[in-house]
């Protein structure tokens, strides 16, 4: 649906095209005169339901002011970028945002097309110049006829002839909230955010537009910015990379997830009458990001998930999780059927030896469980501290008489799948590689950096990334493991040294990350992979589809654990999410009732003193799986409904 057309009777309001998408119609349009577009996303029953809007500001301030020609909104672009340039151009906003700036004032239309393929996935290219001389490039993907959500791929382009520096680039920009009132909607407004911490992950938070002061200022002179994010390597610490816009009284939801593993931004972005939703890297000011760009030279900003949804915030939240389904890789066949898993951390707190594995393994025999996973531990440290030598990855020899690799044998003779804990980008000071390899470990100021007594691998690096690959992959060949559970317990700082700015090392070194993943699952596609971050710090889309199962908490026997996994519905799929299911042998039933219904609400990690608990008690817990059993296809499947 093409054509420039008024909106419901708004005279300013022109209609670049419509575009319908299962459930949804993306509405491009820009106010008259202006040579930007903006992106508006509306569900498809309420798409002939917007307001009257109206064009100038009537109120009375503004009367006495005698500014009749005051516009009430303006073309917020669907691309936010800035380059380092003397003008700012956001008055009182500067320092709150970098949105907005004269960059984005020079934006004007290339092209604007739509596509699509023979497997049915519509593209919308809209082609940008600015008088940077970059080529702003924003790609709207519906992946086919029934998807509940859009994926937005930005990316930058200099054809200049000279070095232009990027300082902030979106993924996403959603603008036109709300379509359902023809003024600034008071009162109606809510922005929806999932805070986290260790051991307290996915907290919904919901604020109305004015608690954060997003009020429109009488006359629209100035702009206000709500920017959160993340700084750093733990994408999910303080905030998961989600967030929603309701309008309570159309009831409709508007959302968006990033699928990035480093630094982030999102902003809630107010100067008139219209709310505009966008995110992506953490810019300049947020996370000392800047990129300069050779001519001919791109950058293409992390992707994003964007819906809107006639109803609540849990059921957008679950159109953005149904985007993970697409993995990025091929599952494993042995994970098709939702395996449960023992990990026996909360049995040994880091000294799994050889007898007690073994006893372990003998009683969860025949009981369902195909994953045994051993944790951190299994490697050799001075006067046995093993938490001191992650990163030579030798396995000890007092714990295990006959050697690593037999132990496991033995319990993949018992039926289990066996499973190894890694570490894998980060040393600590008793390993070898500490010292030996200090040069190809990231440095910030000149200095290795070190954060909970950790350094990190530089996986910017092919010969770093080769190397820790072939420590896994021997480790795996040699014991014949069929399942890593990969960890991560420090994060980098800001940024790194070695590319134009700390943040864009930051940003190379995690797009290594990636290729590590990626090069594990090539060269050894038969084993499944956990990703796991203290829990839940690395819950975001572009780790969760490269793994076939998250730690989603540390909280392994608390009292919350139920509340923590179902607050995961709104950000992950239930079906990755491991639920720690610790059982002591001085548990009452109900204690192991309570336990073992908390991992309906996910996936099963057991874990404990299962050696000693008692006949009656097992009975409970075999209750509990073979009900889990029952209900995987709703874990799969399901929707989440929250009382």
Excluded at 39 to 51: E, F, G
Excluded at 95 to 101: A, D, E, P, S
Excluded at 483 to 499: C, E, H, Q, R, S
């Amino acid at each position: 649906m093409n054509g420039s057309k008024t909106l419901l009777g708004t005279r300013q309001t022109r209609i670049r095209a419509e575009y319908p998408f299962a459930d949804m119609v993306a509405v491009y349009f820009h106010r008259s005169g202006d040579d930007r577009l903006a992106l508006m996303l509306l569900p498809a029953d309420l798409h002939t339901c917007r307001a009257e809007r109206r064009d100038l500001l009537d109120n009375f301030e503004v009367h006495n002011l005698r500014r009749p020609d005051l516009p009430a909104w303006q073309t917020d672009s669907l691309i936010q970028f800035r380059t380092r340039r003397p003008d700012h151009g956001s008055g009182v906003a500067t320092g709150l945002t970098m949105r907005n700036g004269p960059d984005v004032a020079s934006l004007k239309v290339i092209s604007h097309t739509a596509t699509i393929s023979a497997n049915g996935e519509s593209r919308i290219t809209t082609t940008m110049s600015s008088d940077s001389g970059l080529e702003l490039k924003h790609h709207l993907i519906h992946p086919g006829p029934q998807a509940p959500y859009l994926r937005v791929v930005t990316e930058a382009v200099n054809r200049a002839d000279h070095e232009v520096t990027l300082e902030m680039l979106s993924s996403f920009a959603l603008g036109g909230i709300t379509p359902f009132d023809g003024g600034f909607a008071p009162g109606r407004l809510r922005l929806h955010r999932f805070r986290s911490y260790w051991s307290a992950e996915g907290r919904h938070v919901c604020d109305p537009l004015e608690h954060l002061h997003l009020d429109r200022s009488w006359a629209s002179f100035v702009a206000f910015s709500e920017r959160f994010g993340q700084v750093g390597s733990m994408p999910t610490r303080q905030w998961f990379p989600t967030a929603a816009l309701e309008d309570r009284k159309a009831g409709v939801v508007w959302g968006a997830q990033l699928a990035w593993a480093g630094s982030w931004q999102m902003e809630v972005y107010r100067q008139d009458d219209l709310v505009n939703l966008s995110g992506g890297l953490a810019d300049r000011e947020f996370g000392q990001w800047f990129k300069t760009l050779s001519p001919g030279e791109s950058l293409t900003a992390p992707a994003a998930v964007i819906s809107c949804h006639q109803g609540d915030v849990d059921q957008l939240c679950q159109r953005l999780t149904r985007s993970q389904q697409v993995w990025s890789s091929p599952l494993p066949a042995i994970e098709h059927d939702q395996p449960v898993v023992f990990n026996e951390w909360c049995s040994s707190w880091g000294t799994p030896e050889h007898d007690l594995l073994l006893a372990q393994a003998r009683v969860l025999k025949g009981k369902g469980v195909r994953y045994f996973v051993i944790d951190s531990g299994w490697f050799a440290g001075k006067d046995g501290d093993t938490q001191k030598c992650l990163g030579d990855w030798l396995p000890r020899t007092d714990i295990y008489p006959q050697g690593l690799a037999a132990t496991m044998q033995q319990i993949r003779h018992m039926g289990m799948v066996p499973g190894l804990w890694f570490e894998i980008e980060t040393v600590t000071a008793n390993a070898a590689a500490y010292h030996q390899d200090a040069a190809r470990m990231l440095h910030l100021d000149g200095q290795p950096i070190v954060c909970c007594g950790r350094r990190f691998w530089d996986l910017r690096r092919d010969d770093v990334v080769e190397h820790l690959l072939g420590k896994m992959l021997s480790i795996i060949q040699a014991c014949g493991t069929g399942y890593v559970k990969i960890d991560y317990n420090a994060t980098l700082p800001f940024g790194v040294d070695g590319d134009c700015s700390p943040g864009e090392g930051l940003r190379r070194h995690i797009e290594g990350v990636y290729r590590l993943l990626d090069l594990l699952h090539r060269r050894a596609p038969n084993v499944v992979v956990e990703i796991c971050a203290s829990g839940g710090h690395r819950l975001e889309p572009s780790l969760t589809t490269r793994a076939a199962l998250l730690g989603s908490s540390d909280a392994h026997e608390c009292p919350e654990i139920p509340v923590i996994a179902a607050n995961l519905h709104r950000l992950i799929r239930p079906e990755q999410s491991l639920v720690w299911a610790v059982l002591r042998s001085d548990d009452s039933p109900e204690r192991i009732a309570y336990t073992m219904a908390a991992t309906f609400l996910g996936r099963p990690c057991l874990s404990g003193d299962v050696v000693a608990l008692s006949a009656d008690q097992w009975r409970l817990v075999d209750d509990g799986l073979a009900f889990s059993a029952q209900i995987k296809p709703i874990i799969a499947h399901g929707t989440s409904v929250w009382h």
